[in-house]
């Protein structure tokens, strides 16, 4: 009875094919590859402008050396923020809130960050793990904290998105199902509780845009201190 | 009636007729590479027939993600029709 709220995690099979595949080829057919016309359609030119715009705002804390991994957390940040609106549409299923999918996002990526800074610049990359200005005897401890926190950065970054996604998807199915028992008993209690469901629904589409940012962001972010 | 009846396998979907459906779809090609050429196929028409256009609205984009949405209530009818009338969720 509660497990069903779950299943909407749960990836259904059809015919041996299972819905994840599906989901997971929809932003091919939803962004669409430039022609080599000189005016293209609407939804390209719109495409166009926001990855222009994206890339250039995601390239400038990042000197040269990082400026090869533009395409990659260009692309990253489009089919997440595909992923994750698509996930908003009833009975659709969001791959993003299968755990393995993330961290097979975020172990890879955040590896090779380290990788980079270490075989690059290995005193700098190792000098991270202390900063500026810390008092003497505390530099044992410290060194332990910040290694810790370099090796809980994948975990966090696949685990953030996926909580955030998940969370969310569930409230939404729990005011939901409120709403819609409570009608024929309490009208007016069921209307503010479909005024809830529409804020949280804003919200989600927010967050949906917000959480895919946040891990390109932190991304680029790990890859301006290492290279 | 003049011209010369063309082969089944030759005709495209729209001039087969309903009785000699299952020959035209045995004539198909199932391939991996043929699928893939039929989905790109399909993709290019629906692309340049409704989103490749001067004035593109929202149609386009619409449509597909409505066929998206009845598509995915296809595959999880099957958990879905459960739900129906439980009395706890």
């Keep these: 009875m509660i497990l069903s709220f779950f299943d909407q995690f749960?990836?259904?099979?059809?015919l041996g094919i299972p819905l994840i595949a599906l989901a997971l080829s929809l932003p091919w057919v939803l962004i669409p590859?430039?022609?080599?016309?000189?005016?293209?359609?609407?939804?390209?030119?719109?495409?166009?402008?926001?990855?222009?715009?994206?890339t250039q705002q995601l390239m400038l804390p990042i000197n040269l050396g990082g400026h090869k991994w533009a395409v990659l957390l260009t692309a990253l940040m489009l089919l997440l923020i595909t992923l994750n609106l698509l996930g908003l549409l009833p009975y659709t299923f969001t791959p993003t809130t299968q755990l393995s999918l993330n961290m097979g996002f975020a172990v890879p990526l955040w590896l090779a960050t380290v990788i980079i800074g270490m075989r690059n610049q290995p005193t700098a990359a190792l000098g991270h793990l202390l900063p500026e200005g810390t008092p003497v005897p505390l530099i044992p401890v410290l060194i332990?904290?910040?290694?810790?926190?370099?090796?809980?950065?994948?975990?966090?970054?696949?685990?953030?998105?996926?909580?955030?996604?998940?969370?969310?998807?569930?409230?939404?199915?729990?005011?939901?199902?409120?709403?819609?028992?409570?009608?024929?008993?309490?009208?007016?209690?069921?209307?503010?509780?479909?005024?809830?469901?529409f804020l949280l629904t804003l919200l989600e589409v927010a967050v949906a845009m917000i959480q895919a940012y946040v891990f390109v962001l932190l991304l680029s972010l790990y890859l301006q201190e290492n290279v | 009636m003049a011209d010369?009846?063309?082969?089944?396998?030759?005709?495209?979907?729209m001039d087969v007729k309903l009785g000699?459906?299952?020959?035209?779809?045995?004539?198909?090609?199932?391939?991996?590479?043929?699928i893939l050429s039929a989905v790109r196929r399909g993709h290019d028409r629906f692309y340049n027939k409704y989103i490749n256009v001067k004035r593109g609205g929202i149609g386009g984009v619409a449509m597909l993600l409505t066929g998206y949405v009845v598509l995915s209530y296809i595959w999880e009818y099957d958990h879905i029709k459960h739900d129906r009338w439980r009395k706890y969720h």
């Design chain 1, 10 to 14: 749960m990836s259904p099979t059809h």
């Design chain 1, 33 to 54: 590859t430039p022609t080599n016309r000189w005016l293209n359609n609407r939804l390209l030119t719109l495409q166009g402008w926001f990855i222009n715009r994206f």
């Design chain 1, 144 to 197: 332990v904290i910040e290694t810790i926190s370099l090796f809980i950065r994948p975990l966090a970054l696949g685990v953030r998105l996926t909580a955030n996604l998940t969370a969310g998807h569930l409230l939404i199915q729990l005011i939901a199902t409120a709403a819609f028992v409570l009608l024929p008993m309490m009208p007016t209690v069921a209307i503010l509780t479909s005024t809830v469901l």
């Design chain 2, 4 to 13: 010369a009846p063309v082969p089944i396998a030759q005709r495209r979907l």
């Design chain 2, 20 to 34: 000699e459906l299952p020959n035209w779809a045995a004539t198909r090609d199932f391939t991996p590479n043929g």
